[in-house]
Protein backbone atom coordinates (compact mmCIF):
# COMPACT_ATOMS: atom_id res chain seq x y z
CA UNK A 1 0.00 0.00 0.00
CA UNK A 2 1.13 3.12 -0.86
CA UNK A 3 2.26 5.57 2.06
CA UNK A 4 -0.88 8.14 1.83
CA UNK A 5 0.11 9.88 5.29
CA UNK A 6 3.66 10.64 4.47
CA UNK A 7 4.62 14.38 5.58
CA UNK A 8 1.01 14.29 7.28
CA UNK A 9 0.12 15.21 10.89
CA UNK A 10 -2.86 13.03 11.77
CA UNK A 11 -4.65 14.02 15.74
CA UNK A 12 -6.49 11.72 17.43
CA UNK A 13 -8.82 11.74 20.12
CA UNK A 14 -9.73 8.33 22.51
CA UNK A 15 -6.28 7.15 21.12
CA UNK A 16 -5.17 5.07 23.65
CA UNK A 17 -8.29 2.60 22.98
CA UNK A 18 -10.42 0.88 20.55
CA UNK A 19 -11.40 2.54 17.64
CA UNK A 20 -8.85 5.53 18.03
CA UNK A 21 -6.34 3.43 18.90
CA UNK A 22 -7.09 1.03 15.63
CA UNK A 23 -6.79 3.93 13.25
CA UNK A 24 -3.86 5.49 14.73
CA UNK A 25 -2.33 1.88 14.30
CA UNK A 26 -3.17 2.08 10.23
CA UNK A 27 -2.38 5.74 9.59
CA UNK A 28 1.16 5.10 11.20
CA UNK A 29 1.59 2.42 9.37
CA UNK A 30 0.78 4.48 6.38
CA UNK A 31 3.40 7.19 7.36
CA UNK A 32 1.65 9.43 10.10
CA UNK A 33 2.99 11.63 12.51
CA UNK A 34 0.76 10.92 15.49
CA UNK A 35 -1.11 12.97 18.17
CA UNK A 36 -2.84 10.76 20.50
CA UNK A 37 -5.32 12.41 23.26
CA UNK A 38 -7.12 10.07 26.19
CA UNK A 39 -7.94 10.39 29.36
CA UNK A 40 -6.25 7.53 30.40
CA UNK A 41 -2.39 8.32 30.35
CA UNK A 42 -0.85 4.88 30.94
CA UNK A 43 -3.09 3.47 28.03
CA UNK A 44 -1.03 6.43 25.91
CA UNK A 45 1.86 4.75 27.14
CA UNK A 46 0.92 1.50 26.07
CA UNK A 47 -0.44 2.43 22.89
CA UNK A 48 2.51 4.28 22.03
CA UNK A 49 4.74 1.24 22.64
CA UNK A 50 2.11 -1.06 20.71
CA UNK A 51 2.84 1.60 17.91
CA UNK A 52 6.50 1.23 17.92
CA UNK A 53 5.86 -2.37 17.02
CA UNK A 54 3.96 -1.92 13.49
CA UNK A 55 5.61 1.26 12.98
CA UNK A 56 8.98 1.95 14.19
CA UNK A 57 9.35 4.95 12.46
CA UNK A 58 6.27 6.83 13.56
CA UNK A 59 6.76 9.88 15.39
CA UNK A 60 3.87 9.87 18.41
CA UNK A 61 2.87 13.26 20.84
CA UNK A 62 0.98 11.69 23.62
CA UNK A 63 -1.13 14.22 25.29
CA UNK A 64 -3.78 13.64 28.61
CA UNK A 65 -6.64 15.60 27.99
CA UNK A 66 -10.73 15.41 28.96
CA UNK A 67 -12.34 16.35 25.62
CA UNK A 68 -15.50 17.35 27.84
CA UNK A 69 -12.93 20.46 29.15
CA UNK A 70 -12.28 22.98 26.38
CA UNK A 71 -9.41 24.59 28.04
CA UNK A 72 -8.11 21.09 27.83
CA UNK A 73 -8.85 20.94 23.88
CA UNK A 74 -7.58 24.10 23.28
CA UNK A 75 -4.58 22.80 25.25
CA UNK A 76 -4.26 20.03 23.00
CA UNK A 77 -4.71 21.58 19.56
CA UNK A 78 -1.77 23.89 20.44
CA UNK A 79 0.75 21.16 21.62
CA UNK A 80 0.36 19.34 18.21
CA UNK A 81 0.93 22.83 15.98
CA UNK A 82 3.70 23.42 18.65
CA UNK A 83 5.30 19.84 18.01
CA UNK A 84 4.20 19.63 14.57
CA UNK A 85 3.35 22.67 12.92
CA UNK A 86 -0.18 21.42 10.95
CA UNK A 87 -3.11 19.00 11.47
CA UNK A 88 -3.64 17.34 8.16
CA UNK A 89 -6.34 14.49 9.86
CA UNK A 90 -8.29 14.49 12.84
CA UNK A 91 -10.20 11.79 14.59
CA UNK A 92 -12.54 13.09 16.56
CA UNK A 93 -13.49 10.37 18.40
CA UNK A 94 -13.26 10.16 22.18
CA UNK A 95 -16.54 8.94 23.89
CA UNK A 96 -18.53 6.69 26.27
CA UNK A 97 -21.35 4.85 25.98
CA UNK A 98 -23.19 6.09 29.52
CA UNK A 99 -25.49 3.52 32.00
CA UNK A 100 -28.56 2.03 30.19
CA UNK A 101 -32.01 3.08 31.19
CA UNK A 102 -35.11 4.06 30.37
CA UNK A 103 -35.57 7.88 29.89
CA UNK A 104 -37.23 8.55 32.91
CA UNK A 105 -34.63 6.85 35.00
CA UNK A 106 -31.69 7.46 33.38
CA UNK A 107 -30.44 10.14 35.06
CA UNK A 108 -29.45 14.46 34.24
CA UNK A 109 -26.37 13.88 35.93
CA UNK A 110 -25.55 11.34 33.49
CA UNK A 111 -27.16 12.86 30.74
CA UNK A 112 -25.05 15.61 30.90
CA UNK A 113 -21.75 13.78 31.22
CA UNK A 114 -22.60 11.79 28.38
CA UNK A 115 -23.32 14.98 26.50
CA UNK A 116 -20.34 16.51 27.58
CA UNK A 117 -18.16 14.30 26.49
CA UNK A 118 -19.52 12.68 22.99
CA UNK A 119 -21.17 16.32 22.33
CA UNK A 120 -19.27 19.28 23.29
CA UNK A 121 -16.18 17.72 23.40
CA UNK A 122 -16.36 17.21 19.48
CA UNK A 123 -17.66 20.59 19.10
CA UNK A 124 -14.72 21.97 20.87
CA UNK A 125 -12.56 19.78 19.22
CA UNK A 126 -13.89 21.08 15.20
CA UNK A 127 -13.58 24.63 16.54
CA UNK A 128 -10.02 24.68 17.64
CA UNK A 129 -8.47 22.43 15.09
CA UNK A 130 -10.76 23.93 12.36
CA UNK A 131 -8.75 27.56 13.37
CA UNK A 132 -5.69 25.49 12.28
CA UNK A 133 -7.18 23.91 9.15
CA UNK A 134 -8.77 26.95 7.41
CA UNK A 135 -5.09 28.52 8.00
CA UNK A 136 -3.67 25.91 6.15
CA UNK A 137 -6.43 26.09 3.47
CA UNK A 138 -6.44 22.18 3.89
CA UNK A 139 -7.19 18.84 6.36
CA UNK A 140 -9.94 16.13 6.68
CA UNK A 141 -12.01 15.43 9.97
CA UNK A 142 -13.86 12.39 10.95
CA UNK A 143 -16.47 12.39 13.59
CA UNK A 144 -17.62 9.40 15.23
CA UNK A 145 -21.06 8.91 15.76
CA UNK A 146 -22.25 6.09 15.88
CA UNK A 147 -25.28 3.67 14.52
CA UNK A 148 -27.24 5.62 18.02
CA UNK A 149 -26.57 8.29 16.26
CA UNK A 150 -28.88 7.60 12.86
CA UNK A 151 -31.20 5.48 14.43
CA UNK A 152 -33.67 4.96 18.04
CA UNK A 153 -31.77 1.85 20.01
CA UNK A 154 -33.42 2.62 23.39
CA UNK A 155 -32.02 2.98 26.91
CA UNK A 156 -29.27 5.37 25.53
CA UNK A 157 -31.06 9.20 25.98
CA UNK A 158 -27.65 10.92 26.27
CA UNK A 159 -26.24 8.34 24.10
CA UNK A 160 -29.05 9.00 21.07
CA UNK A 161 -29.30 12.95 22.13
CA UNK A 162 -25.47 13.26 22.16
CA UNK A 163 -24.26 10.97 18.65
CA UNK A 164 -27.60 12.61 16.66
CA UNK A 165 -26.21 15.86 18.10
CA UNK A 166 -22.46 14.84 16.25
CA UNK A 167 -24.23 14.17 12.65
CA UNK A 168 -25.92 17.40 12.91
CA UNK A 169 -22.71 19.42 13.55
CA UNK A 170 -20.96 17.05 10.58
CA UNK A 171 -23.44 18.07 8.54
CA UNK A 172 -23.32 21.71 9.46
CA UNK A 173 -19.91 22.35 9.54
CA UNK A 174 -19.41 20.50 6.23
CA UNK A 175 -21.54 22.61 4.31
CA UNK A 176 -19.43 26.02 6.57
CA UNK A 177 -16.16 24.58 5.63
CA UNK A 178 -15.83 22.45 2.21
CA UNK A 179 -14.87 26.03 0.20
CA UNK A 180 -11.75 26.40 2.21
CA UNK A 181 -10.38 22.75 0.91
CA UNK A 182 -11.57 20.65 4.25
CA UNK A 183 -13.65 17.71 4.35
CA UNK A 184 -16.04 16.55 7.75
CA UNK A 185 -17.68 13.54 7.87
CA UNK A 186 -18.96 10.93 10.37
CA UNK A 187 -18.85 7.22 11.19
CA UNK A 188 -21.70 5.59 11.77
CA UNK A 189 -20.64 2.40 13.60
CA UNK A 190 -22.16 -0.37 15.00
CA UNK A 191 -21.22 -2.98 17.35
CA UNK A 192 -17.39 -3.28 17.28
CA UNK A 193 -15.60 -5.03 19.63
CA UNK A 194 -13.60 -2.67 21.75
CA UNK A 195 -13.23 -2.36 25.83
CA UNK A 196 -16.60 0.21 25.45
CA UNK A 197 -19.05 -2.41 23.61
CA UNK A 198 -17.74 -5.39 26.65
CA UNK A 199 -18.47 -3.02 29.30
CA UNK A 200 -21.76 -2.37 27.42
CA UNK A 201 -22.79 -6.57 27.43
CA UNK A 202 -21.23 -6.71 31.06
CA UNK A 203 -24.38 -3.97 31.91
CA UNK A 204 -26.74 -6.31 30.08
CA UNK A 205 -25.61 -9.82 30.79
CA UNK A 206 -23.21 -10.01 33.88
CA UNK A 207 -21.26 -13.05 33.96
CA UNK A 208 -23.26 -14.33 31.03
CA UNK A 209 -22.10 -11.47 29.14
CA UNK A 210 -20.48 -13.42 25.96
CA UNK A 211 -23.54 -15.50 25.76
CA UNK A 212 -25.43 -12.05 25.90
CA UNK A 213 -22.94 -11.12 22.67
CA UNK A 214 -23.73 -14.10 21.02
CA UNK A 215 -27.67 -12.67 21.20
CA UNK A 216 -26.66 -9.21 20.53
CA UNK A 217 -25.31 -10.03 16.88
CA UNK A 218 -27.72 -12.49 16.36
CA UNK A 219 -29.96 -9.87 14.73
CA UNK A 220 -27.03 -8.47 12.40
CA UNK A 221 -27.42 -9.49 8.98
CA UNK A 222 -23.23 -10.53 9.06
CA UNK A 223 -23.82 -12.34 12.20
CA UNK A 224 -20.63 -10.83 14.16
CA UNK A 225 -19.64 -8.13 15.53
CA UNK A 226 -17.38 -5.37 13.78
CA UNK A 227 -13.35 -5.77 14.22
CA UNK A 228 -11.69 -2.14 15.49
CA UNK A 229 -9.09 -2.47 12.60
CA UNK A 230 -12.46 -2.91 9.96
CA UNK A 231 -12.63 1.12 11.68
CA UNK A 232 -9.51 1.81 11.38
CA UNK A 233 -8.69 0.90 7.72
CA UNK A 234 -12.11 3.08 7.00
CA UNK A 235 -10.83 6.19 9.06
CA UNK A 236 -7.56 6.19 7.27
CA UNK A 237 -9.49 6.09 4.13
CA UNK A 238 -11.26 8.83 4.61
CA UNK A 239 -9.11 11.12 6.55
CA UNK A 240 -6.29 10.20 3.17
CA UNK A 241 -6.70 12.30 0.06
CA UNK A 242 -8.32 9.84 -1.85
CA UNK A 243 -11.29 10.81 0.55
CA UNK A 244 -11.48 14.78 0.11
CA UNK A 245 -15.00 15.07 -2.10
CA UNK A 246 -16.79 12.77 0.54
CA UNK A 247 -17.72 15.61 2.65
CA UNK A 248 -20.88 15.99 5.56
CA UNK A 249 -21.88 12.78 5.05
CA UNK A 250 -22.53 10.14 7.60
CA UNK A 251 -21.26 6.62 6.74
CA UNK A 252 -22.83 3.84 8.71
CA UNK A 253 -19.93 0.50 9.22
CA UNK A 254 -22.12 -1.88 11.11
CA UNK A 255 -22.86 -4.65 8.87
CA UNK A 256 -25.76 -3.70 7.10
CA UNK A 257 -27.50 -3.43 10.88
CA UNK A 258 -29.22 -0.07 10.53
CA UNK A 259 -30.43 -0.66 6.81
CA UNK A 260 -32.75 -3.75 8.26
CA UNK A 261 -36.37 -3.40 9.26
P1 LIG B 1 -13.17 2.62 24.12
O1 LIG B 1 -13.75 2.74 25.48
O2 LIG B 1 -12.41 1.40 23.75
O3 LIG B 1 -12.22 3.88 23.81
C1 LIG B 1 -12.60 5.19 24.11
C2 LIG B 1 -11.40 5.98 24.57
O4 LIG B 1 -11.84 7.32 24.83
C3 LIG B 1 -10.79 5.44 25.86
O5 LIG B 1 -9.38 5.31 25.72
C4 LIG B 1 -11.14 6.50 26.90
O6 LIG B 1 -10.16 6.65 27.92
C5 LIG B 1 -11.24 7.75 26.04
N1 LIG B 1 -12.06 8.78 26.67
C6 LIG B 1 -13.26 8.62 27.28
N2 LIG B 1 -13.67 9.79 27.79
C7 LIG B 1 -12.74 10.71 27.48
C8 LIG B 1 -12.59 12.10 27.73
N3 LIG B 1 -13.51 12.78 28.43
N4 LIG B 1 -11.51 12.73 27.26
C9 LIG B 1 -10.55 12.06 26.59
N5 LIG B 1 -10.62 10.73 26.33
C10 LIG B 1 -11.70 10.07 26.77
O7 LIG B 1 -14.40 2.84 23.13
P2 LIG B 1 -14.53 2.69 21.55
O8 LIG B 1 -15.47 1.60 21.30
O9 LIG B 1 -13.21 2.71 20.89
O10 LIG B 1 -15.31 4.04 21.25
C11 LIG B 1 -14.72 5.12 20.51
C12 LIG B 1 -15.83 5.96 19.94
O11 LIG B 1 -16.61 5.14 19.06
C13 LIG B 1 -16.81 6.53 20.97
O12 LIG B 1 -17.18 7.84 20.60
C14 LIG B 1 -18.00 5.59 20.85
O13 LIG B 1 -19.21 6.20 21.23
C15 LIG B 1 -17.98 5.29 19.38
N6 LIG B 1 -18.68 4.08 18.98
C16 LIG B 1 -18.23 2.85 19.33
C17 LIG B 1 -18.93 1.74 18.92
C18 LIG B 1 -18.48 0.35 19.25
O14 LIG B 1 -19.23 -0.58 18.97
N7 LIG B 1 -17.32 0.15 19.81
C19 LIG B 1 -20.09 1.87 18.14
C20 LIG B 1 -20.52 3.15 17.81
C21 LIG B 1 -19.80 4.25 18.22
Given at each position: MSNRFDDKVVLITG????LGQAAAFQVAKEGAKLSLVDLNSDSLEETKELIRKEAPEAEVLLITADVSKEEDVKNYVKQTTDRF???????NNAGIEGKQNPTEDYGSDEFNKVVGINLNGVFYGMKYVLEVMKKQGSGAIVNTASVGGIRGVGNQSGYAASKHGVVGLTRNSGIEYGQYGISIKAIAP?????PMVENSLKQMGGDNWEEAGKEFVSVNPMKRFGKPEEVGSLVSFLLS???????AAVIPIDGGQSYKY
Amino acid sequence: MSNRFDDKVVLITGGASGLGQAAAFQVAKEGAKLSLVDLNSDSLEETKELIRKEAPEAEVLLITADVSKEEDVKNYVKQTTDRFGKIDGFFNNAGIEGKQNPTEDYGSDEFNKVVGINLNGVFYGMKYVLEVMKKQGSGAIVNTASVGGIRGVGNQSGYAASKHGVVGLTRNSGIEYGQYGISIKAIAPGAIMTPMVENSLKQMGGDNWEEAGKEFVSVNPMKRFGKPEEVGSLVSFLLSDEAAFINAAVIPIDGGQSYKY
